[in-house]
């Protein structure tokens, strides 16, 4: 059975800094592409970064562009995002998905299945 | 972007009713390239078709995705319990991905 379980959100003052975690298991996580989907409290879901198996591909959300950077360890089966000069906007549950098999999966392609995701807050 | 507009924003049915979800694309979408999540209070979003009407793995077939271009419908042939749920559609025939706001289902 594929698991996702994510890790390291919590309550962060704007322009601070946060690294999510997303452990994976029951698929062979290298050879997948991943991504990280964010939701606002009540709101709807927005695509945040996608990073390619062997992380050769790495795109960003505008929004996020510049302030976040999505990695992996192949080795530990992990995703991984950093953010940096976090905005009260950025408060959301992070979800860690797992892409489509595909050529193009690293960019297109649904999001199957989802981790439980992590709780981002970023308040005074 | 691709904006998807749902509609209606919330459903009001009762259990045995047919439910018809509608989402609305700003421009064509390659490939049929649409997929639905169902999403429960408090859980992550699960993948219910993708393909605009290709059922993914153990989702009932009483869950039906159709439509082409800039229109396309998820229909729920007769409602069980558990499926008073949101919905969200999701683009992926270009980039950014992109959701739809969501259709709630609930209990009338």
């Known amino acids: 059975e594929v698991q996702l379980v994510e890790s390291g959100g919590g309550l962060v003052k704007p322009g601070g800094s946060l690294r999510l975690s997303c452990a994976a298991s029951g698929f062979t996580f290298s050879s997948y592409s991943m991504n990280w989907v964010r939701q606002a409290p009540g709101k709807g879901l927005e695509w945040v970064s996608s990073?390619?198996?062997?992380?050769?591909?790495?795109y960003y959300a505008d929004s996020v562009k510049g302030r976040f950077t999505i990695s992996r360890d192949n080795a530990k089966n992990s995703l991984y995002l950093q953010m940096n000069s976090l905005r009260a906007e950025d408060t959301a549950v992070y979800y860690c998905a797992k892409a489509c098999s595909g050529p193009t999966c690293y960019l297109l392609g649904w999001f199957d299945p989802w981790g439980q995701g992590t709780l981002v807050t970023v308040s005074s | 972007e691709v904006v998807l507009t749902q509609s209606p924003g919330t459903l009001s049915l009762s259990p045995g009713e047919r439910a018809t979800l509608s989402c609305r694309a700003s421009q064509s979408v390659s490939s049929s390239y649409l997929a639905w999540y169902q999403q429960k209070p408090g859980q992550a979003p699960r993948l219910l078709i993708y393909?605009?009407?290709s059922r993914a793995t153990g989702i009932p077939d009483r869950f039906s995705g159709s439509g082409s271009g800039t229109d396309f419908t998820l229909t729920i042939s007769r409602l069980e319990p558990e499926d008073f749920a949101v919905y969200f559609c999701?683009?992926?025939?270009?980039?950014?991905?992109?959701f739809g706001q969501g259709t709630k289902v609930e209990i009338k």
């Open positions: 999701q683009q992926y025939g270009s980039s950014p991905r992109t």
């Open positions: 990073i390619s198996s062997s992380s050769s591909y790495i």
């Open positions: 393909g605009a009407s």
